[in-house]
Every structure is written in C-alpha cells, then in structure tokens.
C-alpha cells in the first residue's frame, strides 16, 4: 500500500522552496527526497541538494533550490527515498512554478502630493493615505513629518499596488517630539521633565542611545540590575520615566506619569544638547492590507511603549520596503500573523547603541514587580531592525541589500514563542521559505540575528557579519532545514556578561547554539562555504550547549574557513558523536599557534557528560571523535584580510581543496574542485593596485550601464556575480568600451582580459 503525499512548491526570486506532505507516519525520521529541476525553456535537467525530514514529529520532507534566476518559469522533479517506510519508498512527484519577478514602482492613477503640514493643494499624510486607491502614488515632499498611528484603508493589487514615495532625499516620518522639551535640575547631574505623552522608551543625544533604568535610584547611581540579582555599572547616559501604570511611585519629584529623567555621564545641562525623546509608539500600521509599496522614506524615533515599532505589519501580504531608512526605533519592522510575501529590500536599518552588552540589553527584560509596573515589554529591547511576533505564521519573507548597523541585536527572522494562527507552531504543516541575502550587519555587541526555534526552509546566504558578536543565533533552530551558504563573517569580539554579580567575558563565535531547553531539538542545519575571521580572542567555531542534553539532529559543515586569533578554532561541546554532526572538508588555520609557535589547544570536545578535553591539532578531533577526516589547516591566504578582502590569493591553499556538494557549488567550480571558503578562485584580484588604478570603471554603484577605459587593448570582459556565477562576456578590440549589466543586481565581478594576457578584476555595485 502506498501513501497519499504531495508536492507544495513556493517561489521567491532566487530560490524555490520544495515540501512534500507525508499521510502516514516515518517513526525512524529517515525519509529525504532527490530533486532534479530545469527551466522550462531548456532540455537539460541539474541535480539539486536533496530534501530533508523535518524534525518534530511534522509529516513533512522539505528543501530549496538555490542560484535561481528571478522571473524564470522552472519544472521540478521529486523522489521520495526511505527503506524503512516501504509505503514511502519510490514516489515521483512533478510539478513546475516560475520565480518572482523584480517590483514594479510605476503607477498609473492619481497622485497625491503630501507635505508636512498639508497646506495649499497638498494633503496631510493621513488624508492622502485615507485617499489612496490601487495604482494610486502618495509623494512626500521633503521635511519632517511628526505623526503617529498611521494607517492605511485601502488596498492595491498584483497589476496596481499602492505607492508610498518620498520626493526627494529628505523626507522623514518622524515619532519625536516636536516641542522642544525643557529641563529642570533636580540633582546635581539628573534633570527633569514633562513628555507630551506616556511611557516614552527612547532617548538620544550625542549620537548615544540613553539606557532605560528600571528605578530612579539605578540611574542616580549608574547602575544596572538583572532580574533582581545582578547588577554592573552602566557607563552610559540613561534615563527613568515615570510608568503610566502606577504614577509618582518611585517619582523622587513627586509629579506625574509623564515625567521624565535624564543623566548624561559627565552630568551636562540637557537643555544644552539636541536631545530626542520618542513621542509616538509607531509610524505605521498594516492590518489585512495587500500591494503596499514603501520607497524612499526615512522612519526615525518611534520607542514609546508598549508597542515602539517604526512599522508593524500584521496578517498582510505583498509589502514592499525599498529603499528606506530605519532609524532609531526600538524595532524597525514588526512581522506578525500571517503575513505573506513581504520584501525588504535596498535600505538602511540603524541605531546608537553605544558601550551596551548582551547582559545590559537582556536586563531590559523586567520581571515581577518590574513588568508588572512598567507593562510586558515596557523597558525591552533585545530586538532589533526586522523582527517576527509571536503569533506570525506566515511565509516568503526576502530580506535583501540591506545594512543594518550599530545595535545590540540586529533583529530575528524566525518566529520564536507559542501559538501561530489556527494551530500551534509545533503541529503548524507550513514551512517559512524566508531568504536572507547580501546584506551588511555591523556593529553588534549581542546576537546579530535570531533564527531561534522555528527555522523551517530558511536560507541565509551571500551576507557580511562585520564585528558582531554571534553573527547567527540558532538556539535551538527547531524543524529545519535551514542553509547558511557563503556567507562572510569579519571579526567576532567577545562580550562582558554579568550573572550574580560576576562578570563574565562571553567570547564570540559564528554560530550560537547554547540553549538550556532540553526540549528543543535542532533540525538539520547545512553550514556551507563560508568564511569566518575571529579578529579577537574569540572561537573559531563553537558548537558549545549549556546543557550537553539537547541534541542536533543534523549539522552538516563543509566547505568552510574558520580563522582565528586565539587558539582554539574548534570547538564541540555536544551528546551527539559523528554523523550527526557531519564536519568534514573544512579549512582552520590560529595565527596565535602560528605567530607565537607554541602547542596551543586549537580544538577541543565534549560529548555529552565527560569532560572536556583539549587537542593541538585538528586531526586528533577525528581520531577521537570522526570530526574532520579531511580538512586542510594552514594560512588561507586572503588578498587582504585586515581591509577585508577575503578573497583568496591565487596561491592560497584553500584553492581547489573543498568537496563538490550537488545544488551547491557544482556550477560555480574554477579550477579541479571547488574552493574552500565564501568566494571561489576565479574571482580573486591577482594585480597590484598600482596596475588596478590603470583601469577606469565608472560610474560605481551604477544603473546598468556603465563606462570602461584603459591605456591597454581589452580582449574580453567577463561578468560573474558575488559567489562566481558566470553572468556574460563582451568581447572588444579596444581601450574604451560600454558594458550593460542589465538585471544582475547587488555586487558583481568583473574579469578583464587585456590582449597582452594580462587580467585585473574590479568589484562594481549594480543598483538597477
């Protein structure tokens, strides 16, 4: 008797999401698929990374294709494989689905000029928004838009959506006050004042956001605590106001609930400083809206409580962000419900965290009587630019071309807690199909993002982690698969922890698993391609669980390079022996065993309850352990690591040493096999910069076209993308030439060929 299954296909713009639903049980959890997959207008079929059983019980295979071009019809083919459940055994499944296609801003119905304070013909921001209609523009003129709590009645859709635009550079919807607050001394460094409205979570001066203190005695005296127990000092600007739940308790002036304090560190006047303080809990709000385009708009200073987000996006679909900045909000995007197919794309997501830890952000966390007094989230800020609620059991999320920049945690994209829309998360048959990719995050001193718990076909890939703490938080990254394929990570420090009064230094590493749920369980994870420099005394790789109890199901790493300052560039901490932890092909090199020539401990294993043990090379990890039974250890030889350049050197041992993974690097190979690490030999830069600057490449960034000129004949030039894929080739018998690169977005490589032989390589931005 065979089972009834089927074929689920879901398409972003790069990448295809496959899962088959399972009728019957597969006690032993060991049913995969095998894919093959071709674009319809073609003949020839390429083999695809297989599919994986979800973990947690849920009857589903799933996996992604990867490298896709966008707006491409493509045909799929699926075969279920699994011995042990007969009836599962041999399916076929066909099916065929057409990626997403690159946003539409043009609109052909009426326009609505809005400005600041809709004077003349112009519309205030919120009569031009009640106004709109499908394939209507609402265009902000420049300035600074004070307003809150916007909403939008109306929808667009597929062939007409709704387009929110700034005019110009300077177009801000602003959640400060307006009102230029005034400030009385109360102490000898604290001042005082009255807010326009309650419970405001967020203050800025001197580029500095101001910590929010759970009592006015902590602010008095610089002081943190954490849950009740444990406390540090602050060394930083704060602030105390007074909650709307209980007023004047705790209110050292006696006044009202909207009262307000401030201490800067060297106690200055703040009736001297351009000081913003929040007025607004957020700019705008989606409910059950469809075809909304968000373009070219700065969303600043929206942290009143409880709610304090720029933009909340709530059982909504098809919402478009391109081109915005996020600044300064205690979160930038709320996803929550079932919201479907939001894209967020070409922005800027920022804040001014400044001297905070991972301690000082979780001890925002309030617990009794504190959330009680200040209300659930009140003080909170551990999250970020983009971040998921609770209850979001939605789909096809793209975060792409973004910076974020200068917080304690950059964000989450998955959803971590409790129930999701009509059924819980546990027992929810949807995978996520989120793609994270070319992105910058800097500057985090805590996780840069969560992808805790629910990680159903998620993929990260092609993005740069620069100086963050734990560039990817998975703890636990429950059901899977989730991908994280050629990503760099530059520069990891550790971190100052306080627990109990003791201070802590928490050293950084790529990956975070610790998690102290024993009934959270990991599902498959593939590590590939990526390349990792630890700038600090941090690990390489930690694979470390605050309780050895909780088990991966599978984590696969191949094709990476971990290097680091300290010694240790391994290190396992886990029950589970190999092959669940599947570690192989890798390449490790410590510049402190390097440069000091010493026997230091660069990699160390725990498994399960015994206790650590140490070992000077990493081939003692496979004898002991079955980790690492080909790896390479030695200097990759980066073009330029200290400016950032983790492009390999054309003698770099790395070139050629990695293992082909099919629907992975099987079409991005230069040379006899693929390269370890993020980026593949035929893109590197082997000239001097001094012959570099001999070729003129302008304009950088450009739309599409741009202008080449050199003193040399060029023979060919070659254009590859950010992880090697070959795009086009122009040849030319000149020293001037044109080149379009039509619809390859972000970063691509250009390889030019000169008639004397001799090649340079230039990285140029396509913004089209």
């Not at 071709?38 to 083999?47: A, C």
């Not at 000129?709 to 254009?719: H, K, L, Q």
Request: aromatic share 10%; glycine share 8%.
């Amino acid at each position: 008797i065979k089972a009834n299954v089927s074929l689920d296909l879901f398409a972003n713009y790069e990448t295809i999401g496959i899962t088959i639903h399972l009728d019957i049980d597969d006690p032993e959890m060991d049913a995969y698929g095998t894919i093959e997959y071709k674009k319809s207008s073609e003949n020839i079929w390429r083999t695809g990374f297989p599919l994986s059983r979800m973990n947690n019980n849920l009857k589903m295979v799933c996996g992604s294709i990867f490298w896709l071009d966008q707006g491409t019809a493509y045909d799929i083919k699926v075969s279920l494989v699994d011995p042990s459940t007969v009836a599962l055994n041999g399916f076929e499944l066909q099916g065929n689905i057409s990626t997403k296609s690159e946003p539409s801003f043009s609109t052909n119905g009426q326009v609505y000029h809005v400005s600041p304070s809709g004077s003349g013909t112009d519309y205030t921001l919120q009569e031009a928004l009640n106004l709109a209609e499908a394939g209507d523009k609402v265009l902000l003129q420049d300035g600074n838009y004070y307003t809150g709590n916007l909403t939008i009645p109306n929808n667009g859709n597929a062939a007409n959506p709704i387009l929110i635009e700034g005019a110009g550079n300077n177009v801000v919807i602003n959640g400060a006050h307006e009102e230029e607050l005034i400030w009385t001394l109360l102490s000898s460094d604290v001042y005082y004042t009255f807010t326009k409205t309650k419970n405001p979570n967020l203050v800025i001066a001197d580029g500095m956001r101001f910590y929010p203190h759970q009592i006015y005695q902590n602010l008095r005296n610089n002081k943190i605590n954490y849950d009740l127990f444990s406390t540090g000092n602050s060394n930083m600007p704060g602030f105390y106001r007074n909650p709307s739940q209980f007023p004047n308790v705790n209110d050292p002036a006696g006044l009202t609930d909207s009262t307000l304090y401030v201490k800067f560190l060297n106690g200055e006047n703040p009736n001297d400083k351009d000081i913003i303080v929040t007025k607004q809990e957020n700019a705008f709000t989606l409910n059950n809206n469809s075809h909304i385009i968000f373009r070219n708009l700065s969303i600043e200073n929206y942290g009143r409580a409880p709610l304090a987000t720029a933009v909340i996006v709530n059982n909504s679909d098809n919402i478009t962000f391109d081109n915005c900045r996020l600044s300064a909000n205690n979160s930038g995007i709320l996803l929550g419900g079932d919201s479907k197919n939001i894209l967020i794309q070409n922005s800027i997501f920022e804040d001014y965290y400044v001297n905070w830890t991972a301690w000082k952000t979780k001890a925002t966390i309030d617990v009794s009587p504190f959330n009680q007094v200040f209300g659930p989230g009140g003080r909170y800020l551990e999250k970020g630019g983009v971040v998921y609620s609770n209850d979001f059991y939605g789909k096809g999320i793209v975060i792409r071309n973004n910076l974020f920049q200068n917080y304690n945690q950059a964000g989450k994209i998955t959803p971590s807690a409790g129930t999701a829309g009509p059924f819980p998360l546990d027992t929810h048959a949807s995978t996520l199909e989120v793609d994270f990719y070319n992105n910058t995050i800097k500057n985090t001193a805590s996780d840069a993002f969560e992808i805790d718990n629910f990680a159903r076909n998620v993929r990260v890939f092609n993005n740069r982690f620069e100086n963050c703490h734990a560039p990817l938080s998975l703890a636990a990254a429950e059901d899977g698969p989730l991908y994280i394929l050629r990503n760099v990570m530059d520069g990891i420090p550790q971190d100052e922890y306080i627990l109990g009064g003791q201070i802590t230094i928490n050293k950084g590493h790529p990956l975070k698993f610790q998690q102290s749920n024993s009934e959270k369980v990991n599902g498959d994870i593939f590590f590939f391609h990526n390349t990792v420099n630890t700038k600090s005394e941090a690990f390489g790789m930690n694979l470390s669980l605050t309780n050895p109890n909780v088990p991966f199901t599978n984590f696969v790493s191949k094709n990476n390079i971990i290097q680091s300052d300290d010694g240790k560039v391994l290190r396992i901490r886990t029950k589970n022996p190999a092959p669940v932890l599947n570690m192989t092909n890798n390449g490790y090199y410590s510049i402190e065993q390097a440069t000091n020539n010493s026997n230091f401990k660069i990699a160390c294993a725990k498994l399960g309850n015994v206790s650590e043990t140490c070992y000077t090379s990493i081939e003692d990890i496979f004898s002991n352990f079955g980790f690492e039974e080909n790896y390479v250890y030695a200097n990759p030889d980066f073009i330029d690591a200290s400016n950032g350049d983790y492009n390999l050197d054309i003698e770099s041992p790395m070139i050629d040493a990695g293992v082909l993974i099919q629907g992975i690097n099987e079409n991005y190979i230069i040379g006899s096999a693929p390269d370890i690490g993020a980026f593949e030999n035929g893109i590197v830069n082997t000239v001097h910069i001094s012959e570099e600057n001999l070729l003129s490449i302008y304009p950088n960034p450009t739309t599409g076209l741009i202008n080449i000129s050199t003193d040399e004949s060029i023979e060919t030039i070659d254009v590859f993308n950010s992880v090697g894929h070959f795009i086009l080739r122009q040849n030319t018998n000149g020293k001037n030439t044109q080149i379009n690169l039509g619809t390859s977005k972000g970063l691509n490589l250009l390889k030019v060929t000169y008639s004397s032989g001799k090649i340079i390589y230039k990285k140029i931005i396509n913004i089209q």
